[in-house]
């Protein structure tokens, strides 16, 4: 698997990942919704407009022919710290990749983006999530409600 920072050329095969896995992503995270889809081209422009602000950092995580297995993003980049998020696919889950992706967007941020801070949520019925988080480093900070389901606050200093 390979890490790259989003570009303009991944705008497609997001969007075949994102529908293709839009069933498999609902049962554990709030869907994206039907406007997510229909207007993606915008949005993608939009990521990368943030990406060059420096707001935030997008990755996808692609296999040796260029399919796209996951995303993997920072977000709300600010004082140090960003929110992490990362989702993958129902063909490569339960093999330890969103482990592996994890630990490289933490070296990332520390090495190339200059944070000392990441948060993460997840809900608490997301066992596998949760997993990935703690292997690597982040510990519980609190609890909240997302979508009115029980989420779990989540916190890593780095490096």
Partial sequence: MRLQRLTA???????????????YFAASVPDRGDEFFA??????????????????????????DGTIAGRVNLVCVEDGEAELGYRIGRAFAGRGI????????????????GLTRLRAATTVDNHGSRA???????TVVGDTTLDDRPTLLFARPLP
């Fill in 9 to 23: 050329e991944h705008r497609d095969a997001i969007l075949a990942f994102e529908t293709a896995n839009r069933e």
């Fill in 39 to 64: 207007d993606y081209p915008a949005r993608h422009a939009a990521l990368l407009a943030m990406q060059d602000a420096g707001t935030d950092h997008f990755h996808v995580l692609t296999t040796e």
């Fill in 98 to 113: 969103a482990t592996d992706a994890v630990r490289q967007v933490c070296g990332l941020a520390f090495t190339e983006y």
């Fill in 132 to 138: 990935v988080l703690l292997r690597n480093g982040f």
